[in-house]
T-cell receptor, first 119, second 116 residues
Framework: AQKITQTQPGMFVQEKEAVTLDCTYD???????LFWYKQPSSGEMIFLIY??????QNATEGRYSLNFQKARKSANLVISASQLGDSAMYFC????????????????FGKGTHLIIQP | DGGITQSPKYLFRKEGQNVTLSCEQN?????MYWYRQDPGQGLRLIYY???????QKGDIAEGYSVSREKKESFPLTVTSAQKNPTAFYLC???????????????FGQGTRLTVV
């Protein structure tokens, strides 16, 4: 089973509108962290926002916020007032505490959502 | 400026050849990672290293090898045993050894490898 599911392969959004990118995750570890990364056409991965499983409040970073619904295991990224420069691939990723301690140490990524902002 | 440098940006390999992708970081990070990205796919972990002279296999290590002789360098060799090496390869580093969930990974700009 996939650990990170992003159900929107692509999205078109009008400039200045808000956009929500969906992410659901699967883990039995009570301690985990969720990340969102942006990948522009240049290829590098840019960290956007982080949410810890025990964080009481939804994370916010400028125009980015995370709608964290722990019981539903969802961590949707919300971009307010979208801009043309927001056009990119967006990846949701997870790090699990148990997974980090004994096995592979990296992040588990979803397949991404290709967001295109239209003028 | 601190960051991660991957070279080359584009690499072409003939079938049967080994090639080495370079990754250098000047962030003084302990942990380094190699990921593979295929079109329409997320990143998959190839190898990671938490400390010099030590590294661990990730989810798709077959056909790849790495070394970690210096803290700042983590080269990846794509061997002829890798059946489908054409992909985009990303190197990353993080401050600690993954003991903190919060630690973000910083990425290089990637190397696009094509087998011809």
């Amino acid at each position: 089973a996939q650990k990170i599911t992003q159900t929107q392969p692509g999205m078109f959004v009008q400039e200045k509108e808000a956009v929500t990118l969906d992410c659901t995750y699967d883990t039995s570890d009570p301690s985990y962290g969720l990340f969102w990364y942006k990948q522009p056409s240049s290829g590098e991965m840019i960290f956007l926002i982080y949410q810890g499983s025990y964080d009481q409040q939804n994370a916010t970073e400028g125009r980015y916020s995370l709608n964290f619904q722990k019981a539903r295991k969802s961590a949707n990224l919300v971009i307010s007032a979208s801009q043309l420069g927001d056009s990119a691939m967006y990846f949701c990723a997870m790090r699990e505490l148990m997974y980090s301690g004994g096995g592979a140490d990296g992040l588990t990524f979803g397949k991404g959502t290709h967001l295109i902002i239209q003028p | 400026d601190g960051g991660i440098t991957q070279s080359p940006k584009y690499l072409f390999r003939k079938e049967g050849q080994n090639v080495t992708l370079s990754c250098e970081q000047n962030l003084n990070h302990d942990a380094m990672y190699w990921y593979r990205q295929d079109p329409g796919q997320g990143l998959r972990l190839i190898y990671y290293s938490q400390i010099v002279n030590d590294f661990q296999k990730g989810d798709i290590a077959e056909g790849y090898s790495v070394s970690r002789e210096k803290k700042e360098s983590f080269p990846l060799t794509v061997t002829s045993a890798q059946k489908n090496p054409t992909a985009f390869y990303l190197c990353a580093s993080s401050r600690d050894r993954g003991l903190s969930l919060r630690t973000e990974a910083f990425f290089g700009q990637g190397t696009r490898l094509t087998v011809v």
